[in-house]
C-alpha cells in the first residue's frame, strides 16, 4: 500500500521568490516509513514544478513520477467509456446500470438490460469508484527503496511565483516620507501556509528555455533601525530580503508586505524642457516636472530600493486630503545613487526655442540660439535648462548665463525664475559649413 504525506505532515517551510516569475520550494516533513520498497504519494506540491530540479534528502529514491491528471468530470468520464456506470433517479428512487459509449458530444449510454441507447439521460450519474491514474492533488510519486531519516527535506524550483516592489510618495514643502510595498504572486497551484519568507532582487540567469535575462545588482544593507519587516543582505551579486515574520501565500493570491519606511528625507523640485530641434521661427518646448533626491545616508535614506512603480500624493491645504499627483518607474536603485521621478507636463511653465541669428564665416555656420521660459506660477521655480550638440560636428561657443558642460553633447543650466517673470537665455555655437 502506498505511502501518503501531504502538507499536514510538514515541519518547516520556506519559500524564495524571484522577480522573474518562479521561486524555490525548500520543505522538511515527518515521514514515517519502513526500510521496505514502496511507493510514496508526496501530495501538495505545485502544479507548475519544474521537475529536473527537485533535490531530495532523507530517501533512496529509485524513481519519480510528477502526477498532475487531477479529477474533473471530463476525465472521470473518459476514464469510464465502455464501463458500468449508474444513473439515480431522484424521483423513483431507483438506480439503472448502464454502459458509457461516449462524452464527446453529450452523454451516450446503453441500458445493460435491454440494450436500448439513450442520449444525454435524466438523472445523477454515479461511478463504482475512482478510476486508476486519477489523483485529487498533484502530486510526486516515489519509488523508495530505504529511508535514511524521519525528516525529510525536498526543495524544487516551481513557475508561477513572481513579486515587484511598488512604492508611496507624500511630498511635502521641502521633504517627503516615502513607504514601500513588496507585491507578491503565488499562481503555481499550491497553498503555502506559515512559510517563511526571502525575496531575491535581481535578474537571475537562466538557460533560454526558462530566462536570458542577468544584472549584477551591488547593494547596502538596509538600516536595521528601519520600520522595514524584511532583513536585507548581500548574497552573491545580488540581494536578499528575508521577512522577519511567516506568512501564508494561497493560490491564485496577490498579498502586499512592507518592507520600508523612511521620513523626511529632503528633494528639489524643477522643471526641464524637452529635446529640441534648432527652429527659424519661435516654437513651444514641452516642460515637464520632476522631483529628485539622493539616496544617501546624508538624505535619511541610502538603502537599496528595487525595480518599481512610485505613486506620488501631495495634500490639498484646503481640505486636508492627498491628491494623487503622478506616477514614475525606478530601475534598481543602489546606495549612492540619484533618484529621478516625472511627475506630468508643466501647466502654468512655458519655454519658447528660436534660432535669431546664423551666419557663415570661415567654413563654419554660426547659430545663436534664444530659449524664453515663462514662469506663470505664484512661487519662485527652479528650472534645468538642457542645450545639446547634435552630429558631433556642433562646437559649443559662449552663452548668456553660465552651463555645465555634462557630456561632449550636453550642457546644463540651473536657473531660478522669479514668479510671474520670463526668463530669456542664448547660447553661441557652430557646426562646419555643408
Known amino acids: 500500500m502506498a505511502y501518503i504525506s501531504t502538507k499536514d505532515d510538514t515541519k518547516q517551510l520556506s519559500l524564495t521568490?524571484?522577480?522573474?516569475?518562479?521561486?524555490?520550494?525548500?520543505?522538511?516533513?515527518?515521514?514515517?516509513?519502513?526500510?521496505?520498497?514502496?511507493?510514496?504519494?508526496?501530495?501538495?506540491?505545485?502544479?507548475?514544478?519544474?521537475?529536473?530540479?527537485?533535490?531530495?534528502?532523507?530517501?533512496?529514491?529509485?524513481?519519480?513520477?510528477?502526477?498532475?491528471?487531477?479529477?474533473?468530470?471530463?476525465?472521470?468520464?473518459?476514464?469510464?467509456?465502455?464501463?458500468?456506470?449508474?444513473?439515480?433517479?431522484?424521483?423513483?428512487?431507483?438506480?439503472?446500470?448502464?454502459?458509457?459509449?461516449?462524452?464527446?458530444?453529450?452523454?451516450?449510454?446503453?441500458?445493460?438490460?435491454?440494450?436500448?441507447?439513450?442520449?444525454?439521460?435524466?438523472?445523477?450519474?454515479?461511478?463504482?469508484?475512482?478510476p486508476t491514474g486519477l489523483i485529487v492533488k498533484p502530486g510526486l510519486v516515489w519509488k523508495v527503496k530505504q529511508a535514511y531519516q524521519e525528516n525529510i527535506h525536498i526543495s524544487y524550483i516551481t513557475r508561477g511565483f513572481s513579486w515587484e516592489a511598488n512604492y508611496v510618495i507624500h511630498l511635502k514643502e521641502e521633504k517627503f516620507d516615502l513607504s514601500g510595498w513588496v507585491h507578491i504572486w503565488n499562481e503555481t497551484g499550491a497553498t503555502y501556509e506559515n512559510a517563511e519568507l526571502k525575496l531575491i532582487a535581481g535578474e537571475i540567469h537562466r538557460s533560454m528555455e526558462h530566462s536570458d535575462m542577468e544584472e549584477v545588482l551591488l547593494y547596502s544593507a538596509l538600516d536595521e533601525d528601519s520600520n522595514s519587516n524584511f532583513k536585507e543582505q548581500s548574497f552573491h551579486d545580488f540581494h536578499l530580503y528575508t521577512c522577519k515574520e511567516k506568512t501564508t501565500l494561497k493560490n491564485n493570491q496577490s498579498k502586499q508586505v512592507q518592507f520600508l519606511h523612511y521620513t523626511h528625507i529632503p528633494y528639489k523640485k524643477y522643471y526641464e524642457n524637452a529635446a529640441y530641434y534648432s527652429y527659424e521661427s519661435s516654437k513651444e518646448i514641452p516642460v515637464s516636472v520632476h522631483i529628485e533626491w539622493n539616496n544617501n545616508k546624508e538624505s535619511q535614506l541610502g538603502v537599496p530600493l528595487p525595480k518599481g512603480k512610485i505613486k506620488v500624493y501631495s495634500k490639498d491645504e484646503a481640505d486636508q486630503n492627498l491628491e494623487f499627483i503622478g506616477e514614475d518607474q525606478i530601475n534598481h536603485t543602489s546606495h549612492g545613487e540619484k533618484v529621478k521621478l516625472l511627475l506630468g507636463k508643466a501647466f502654468d511653465v512655458k519655454m519658447q526655442s528660436r534660432v535669431i541669428d546664423k551666419y557663415t564665416k570661415w567654413g563654419y555656420q554660426y547659430y545663436t540660439q534664444e530659449y524664453k521660459i515663462q514662469n506663470k506660477t505664484h512661487e519662485k521655480i527652479l528650472f534645468k535648462l538642457k542645450h545639446d550638440l547634435y552630429f558631433l560636428r556642433e562646437e559649443w561657443l559662449t552663452s548668456t548665463h553660465p552651463f555645465e558642460m555634462i557630456d561632449q553633447n550636453s550642457y546644463v543650466c540651473w536657473l531660478e525664475i522669479e514668479p510671474e517673470t520670463e526668463e530669456t537665455i542664448q547660447v553661441k555655437y557652430r557646426e562646419k559649413a555643408k
Open 17 to 130: 521568490i524571484y522577480n522573474d516569475g518562479f521561486g524555490v520550494v525548500k520543505e522538511t516533513r515527518i515521514m514515517n516509513l519502513d526500510d521496505q520498497e514502496q511507493e510514496v504519494y508526496y501530495l501538495d506540491v505545485a502544479e507548475k514544478t519544474e521537475i529536473d530540479s527537485i533535490l531530495i534528502n532523507g530517501l533512496q529514491v529509485q524513481e519519480m513520477n510528477y502526477e498532475y491528471d487531477l479529477v474533473s468530470k471530463k476525465k472521470l468520464l473518459e476514464k469510464y467509456i465502455d464501463q458500468t456506470i449508474y444513473i439515480f433517479d431522484k424521483e423513483t428512487k431507483t438506480k439503472t446500470e448502464y454502459r458509457l459509449l461516449s462524452v464527446t458530444d453529450g452523454i451516450v449510454v446503453e441500458n445493460t438490460t435491454t440494450k436500448e441507447i439513450i442520449i444525454n439521460p435524466y438523472g445523477e450519474m454515479v461511478l463504482p469508484q475512482l
